[in-house]
């Protein structure tokens, strides 16, 4: 079937006791069994629960995967699909990266043997050069977060596989209706659900998704051993956006690339930066690889205090962290969501001060460009 009626059908059809066409909420801990040793699949929600399965068959049967397992939160899930190779393994990481991962990496996982080399994964064969004899792991963003800039993913799938190594992917940027990295090769694909699946801003979830049995069962063990799963009410509140996820991404990319176009018109803005865009370095690799670009972009003015006054003076654009819901957002990379990423490496990686990020809603496109050309004016 398409892609829109696997999102509305798939893992949610009518209760088969009272028909309800709705997913019930099962907001339950934990489930009676029929005798000692005898259940009805489910005993415990940390284990597993009936809303967050249908969550699961859901987003792996859109991502084009057998098995998915869904967290807490879109770190919850980096960290499991990360956590999948051994203490002391070297994992390369794609330079930029967003900054509670780059955290996550560098904070927490190191302290437990973990090494992370960072390589701009523009050229796959910066990520071959990259491998050591401990290298165990190959962990993408693509597009990447905040730069957008893209990863040849069958390439690098290609190097794993050779190398022996697991490739994993964030798609969040992207969601599964752009985008679906297991056709590329790659072994996990990774989600923050709080972001295109859900789409409405009012819950956290992440999502691991793979094809590979071995993976499938490491990550539901870290998923039930960790505890850091969904609510019922999350899974539900998921699912419920994700039936809409088809013509919410059309919206998004529609109206994306209208306010790109206008930005790399603008006099006050330096750079812009979005596949769609034919300008694009890589406007060809997203064309082959995806079957859209997206609702996100990031755009340059020049320097701290231009971008201070553009993002303040935006009235429908909201100044917030976060992306992917309907409405539209805008944040300082460098003071926000990289903030984590110290200095230093931050402009390495070209995440400059004059550097403003969009999350592009779905509202009247000609409303965020009237927003966007009264703020830039008054920079």
């Keep these: 079937m398409g892609f829109a009626t696997d999102a509305i059908h798939i893992g949610q059809g009518p209760d088969p006791e009272t028909g309800a066409v709705t997913i019930p909420l099962y907001a339950t801990s934990t489930f009676a069994s029929d005798e000692l040793g005898r259940s009805k699949g489910f005993d415990y929600s940390r284990t597993n629960n009936p809303t967050r399965q249908a969550l699961e068959q859901n987003v792996a049967a859109l991502e084009g995967g057998r098995f998915a397992r869904a967290f807490s939160s879109g770190v919850a899930a980096i960290c ?3 956590m999948t190779v051994d203490g002391g393994s070297h994992i390369i990481v794609t330079d930029p990266v967003y900054g509670g991962s780059y955290r996550l990496f560098e904070q927490v996982l190191k302290g437990y043997g973990l090494e992370f080399s960072y ?11 990259a491998i050591t004899p401990r290298t165990r792991m190959v962990y993408m ?4 977060n905040p730069l957008m800039t893209l990863v040849d993913l069958r390439a690098v799938s290609d190097i794993a596989r050779e190398h022996g190594l697991l490739h994993v992917v964030d ?6 209706y752009f985008q679906r990295p297991l056709d590329l090769g790659t072994d996990i694909v990774v989600h923050s659900s709080t972001k295109y699946l859900n789409g409405h801003s009012d819950l956290l979830g992440g999502i691991a998704v793979t094809n590979d049995d071995a993976l499938a069962g490491r990550l539901h063990l870290l998923q039930r051993s960790i505890g850091a799963v969904p609510s019922a009410f999350d899974c539900w509140l998921t699912l419920r956006g994700i039936k809409t996820l088809a013509v919410r991404m059309r919206q998004h990319q529609e109206n994306a690339m209208q306010v790109a176009r206008y930005l790399e018109q603008h006099p006050k803005v330096t750079a812009v930066y979005y596949p769609g865009l034919e300008r694009h370095p890589q406007h060809n690799l997203a064309k082959r690889q995806m079957s859209g670009f997206g609702g996100m972009l990031s755009f340059e003015v020049d320097g701290l205090d231009a971008a201070r006054t553009v993002v303040n003076s935006l ?3 909201a100044l917030a962290v976060s992306l992917g819901g309907v409405e539209s957002l805008v944040e300082h990379p460098a ?3 990289h903030a984590s990423i110290p200095r230093e490496v931050r402009e ?3 995440i400059r001060d004059g550097l403003i ?8 496109v000609e409303d965020l460009i009237g927003d966007l050309d009264a703020a830039l004016a008054r920079a």
């Excluded at 963003?141 to 990447?144: A, F, G, H, W, Y």
């Excluded at 798609?171 to 599964?176: A, E, H, L, Q």
């Excluded at 990020?357 to 009247?364: A, K, Q």
Aim: hydrophobic share 40%.
């Design 80 to 82: 499991a699909a990360v």
């Design 119 to 129: 390589v701009d994964a523009s050229d796959a064969e910066r990520v071959r050069a």
């Design 141 to 144: 963003e693509s597009p990447t």
């Design 171 to 176: 798609n969040t940027f992207m969601s599964p």
């Design 315 to 317: 009235r429908i654009f």
């Design 335 to 337: 003071m926000m969501s």
């Design 348 to 350: 390495h990686s070209g």
């Design 357 to 364: 990020r969009l999350s592009v809603g779905i509202e009247d």
